[in-house]
């Protein structure tokens, strides 16, 4: 089965040059992939002609304008048609496409989602759901930054949509909802947490398993890890700069005298293969869950061509396995979905 994958060329702080080298790495790594780029055809077709790839495989389309992080996302979205954001959304509407990728402007791309394909019937709020890695694997962040004032039911709806994510995307039979919160206590936390938590416990299709406080987080002492995109965000950003911080030290001392480099270079291939496993470039970025069809993941603004080539075997995974159907079929034989 060919999986149909736009990816937007616009809008990332790499620009087309990062998004032009993951899609044709994307497409050598995946034979049952078709990919199309969105964007200046005069820029993208120039940079395509220093690779080599299957041209049946990659269509170009020529976009006029570009959505910013300047832009009013909700306005820029209606006014700027025929920008590489929303001609890539419109193919995925319409069925002509399976995903969507871009490392634009999250709030162009969330309003996008939500306007163009629109959210699955029943469906409350769409979030954003990255997989971060711990010493335990992969585990699922949601919200991560698309529902700022979330509210208990939308939670209670976010943590079955992430348990059946891990169930059928990581094989995880039974996997374990924690909400994030100050303390492991039930009787702590904010008011949302509070209201929440009495919900999540009396939720039958989850393994609800209580409180993880955010040190807990990189232990993988949860498999979905619950909270609102306020919080769920900082959770989100703090890890990627500590993992830099603590990378970058690491460099540092390794490289500090004679006796270190000779000790860095006893060490090297030990510590590359356990760093690799933290490396969440690889993993792909955060899908919005919940939509009406289709697949819309968003990429790091500062995405290299590694985040691009593996938001490709996402999207074909993630299609391929019909996650989105799975989240609104299991929602539904929950009652969660209704006319």
């Known amino acids: ?201 009396a939720c039958k299709s989850i393994n609800f398993v209580g409180s993880i406080e955010s040190r807990e987080i990189p232990f993988g002492k949860a498999d979905v890890i619950l909270t609102e995109a306020f919080v769920g965000n900082v959770v989100l950003k703090l890890y990627e700069g500590l993992s830099k911080m603590i990378l970058k030290e690491i460099k540092k001392a390794m490289m500090s005298t004679v006796k270190s480099k000779i000790g860095a270079l006893m060490i090297k291939k030990s510590l590359k293969k356990t760093l690799s496993n933290f490396n969440a470039s690889n993993k792909g970025g955060a899908p919005l869950l919940g939509l009406k069809h289709g697949l819309l993941v968003k990429v790091h603004g500062n995405s290299k061509d590694e985040e691009f080539s593996s938001a490709v075997l996402q999207c074909k995974n993630f299609v391929n396995t019909n996650v989105s159907g799975k989240i609104i079929e299991g929602l539904a034989e929950e009652g969660t979905v209704t006319e």
């Open 1 to 201: 089965m060919s999986v149909n994958i736009v990816i937007d060329t616009l809008g990332g702080d790499n620009g087309a040059p990062a998004a032009v080298k993951g899609a044709v790495n994307g497409l050598q790594q995946n034979k049952d992939v078709k990919l199309i780029l969105t964007g200046r055809k005069k820029e993208l077709d120039q940079l395509l002609s220093e690779y080599t790839y299957d041209k049946d495989r990659l269509e170009v389309i020529d976009c006029a304008e570009e959505i910013t992080c300047h832009d009013a996302p909700v306005e820029a979205i209606k006014t700027k048609k025929d920008s590489s954001l929303v001609v890539g959304l419109n193919l995925v509407k319409e069925g002509k496409a399976d995903a969507f990728i871009s490392a634009g402007s999250s709030g162009a791309v969330l309003a996008g989602g939500s306007l163009i394909i629109g959210r699955a019937k029943g469906v409350k709020r769409t979030p954003l759901a990255p997989l971060l890695p711990t010493t335990e694997g992969m585990k699922l962040l949601i919200d991560c930054g698309a529902n700022v004032d979330a509210k208990p039911e939308v939670l209670v709806q976010f943590a079955k949509m992430g348990s059946i994510y891990m169930q059928n995307v990581m094989g995880i039979k039974k996997p374990r909802v924690a909400i994030v919160n100050i303390g492991t206590e039930e009787e702590k936390g904010n008011a949302l947490v509070k209201e929440t938590f009495p919900l999540l416990k």
